[in-house]
């Protein structure tokens, strides 16, 4: 087997694009998947991302928080989720494309 420059886990919503970037940038890449087809949960899920606080939202007034979108996700998820997590846009740990 050639040598992988990028190695993508999972293709689902997250790894095929990421993989399909990789690859139009020229990288080598490998996607690892451990179901019988790709597309994660996207076979189950509603396609939906949640978000608070947008001035979308505002136009229509809506009165919505970051504090309150968080404190609806743990809720929902009754406690399950990584708090570590929730923050890590704001504090740049999320990779980000340029181009």
């Not at 420059?5 to 451990?34: D, F, H, K, S, Y």
């Not at 609806?72 to 890590?88: E, F, K, Q, S, V």
Request: hydrophobic share 40%; glycine share 14%; proline share 5%.
């Amino acid at each position: 087997m050639d040598r992988m420059e990028v190695v993508i886990v999972g293709a689902g919503t997250a790894g095929m694009p990421c993989a399909t970037e990789a690859v139009c940038a020229g990288a080598q890449v490998l996607v690892v998947e451990q179901a019988e087809r790709p597309g994660g949960a996207l076979h189950v899920s509603l396609g939906q991302m949640s978000g608070a606080g947008s001035q979308l939202q505002a136009v229509r007034g809506i009165k919505a928080s970051a504090v309150a979108h968080l404190q609806d996700i743990n809720r929902i998820n009754r406690g399950t989720g990584r708090p570590d997590l929730w923050h890590a846009p704001s504090r740049g740990r999320v990779p980000r494309f340029i181009g």
